[in-house]
């Protein structure tokens, strides 16, 4: 299986937060002379619509950037109780509990969000005219984003959330969080991280026409056996620590054995990853 410059399989859907390296290597073209502002803008918008990681590479190809793989961020939580709204209480073993606070717009990349008070509003905005967050203040207490429960419990987060269909999981130690659609057509990011979990980010106003989304139904494992299967695909053994793991959608692939159903991708320590299905643990193809 070819693989991208992000080390993502070529065949594979970026997500929003992969496109932007790709479209920082543009800008960087661009003010160096190699493109010219109309293929500048042209490229751009391809870069938006690309459905493939293979594509994007081909749209940066004559330039001689190398995009880093990008890094999750989200909003970190200042102190005061928000007020509770659709309660979830997830029970688990020596936890700390957090809050949910809405934030009404992506930042910059690298940046970090400022988030007001309870009743204020998020500096360094950008949010569409007349936006509201979303009555989503819920209490969650954090969880390992590789216990076994991590994926299970991420589908209650999100559906706590409002999240009414799913682009992608993210478990890592570092920076975890779901991207999904809530019932409005507004698109948000929620974090899993152990200092911020429930914390909400508005990531776009509108879904895009090509998206595609996650099948929570068909996940029928905990996270240990998707590990344990990874492994298997992937030939790594025990040793071998897991990085991070991503639940996409098998559509991602565009192949009659993926389609219809949710991917689970392993990502080992070692550079190699496994992928799997979540319905019966088959090796992606």
């Not at 570092?174 to 057509?185: C, F, L, M």
């Not at 190699?272 to 992606?284: A, F, I, K, M, N």
């Amino acid at each position: 299986m070819s693989t991208s410059r992000l080390g993502r399989p070529a065949q594979m859907r970026p997500s929003r937060a992969e496109r932007e390296p790709y479209t920082d290597a543009l800008a960087q073209a661009v003010a160096e002379g190699r493109l010219t502002d109309a293929l500048y803008e042209e490229r751009v918008d391809e870069v938006e619509r690309a459905s493939t990681f293979g594509r994007l590479d081909e749209l940066v190809a004559d330039t001689p950037f190398t995009p880093a793989v990008p890094e999750r961020t989200y909003a970190r939580l200042r102190t005061g109780r928000v007020v509770l709204t659709g309660l979830f209480v997830g029970l688990v073993a020596g936890v700390v509990t957090h809050m949910v606070v809405a934030v009404p717009a992506p930042t910059e990349a690298g940046s970090t969000a400022v988030i007001a008070e309870e009743g204020g509003e998020a500096e360094g905005g950008g949010a569409p005219a007349g936006w509201q967050g979303p009555e989503v203040a819920t209490e969650f207490d954090s969880l390992d984003p590789l216990d076994d429960g991590a994926i299970e419990y991420a589908l209650e987060v999100a559906q706590s959330a409002g999240l009414t269909q799913i682009e992608e999981i993210r478990l890592d130690p570092d920076s975890s969080g779901i991207e999904g659609v809530r019932e409005d057509g507004t698109i948000y990011s929620v974090s899993l991280g152990p200092d911020t979990v429930g914390s909400m980010q508005m990531v776009d106003a509108e879904v895009d026409e090509d998206a595609i989304f996650i099948y929570p139904d068909v996940l029928d494992h905990g996270l240990d056996a998707y590990v344990e299967a990874g492994r298997d695909a992937a030939d790594v053994g025990d040793d071998v620590e897991v990085g991070w793991v991503r639940v996409i959608s098998g559509d991602e692939w565009y192949t009659p054995d993926s389609a219809g159903r949710s991917v689970v991708r392993i990502d080992f320590e070692d550079g190699s990853y496994g992928e799997v299905h979540g319905d019966d643990l088959t090796p992606v193809r």
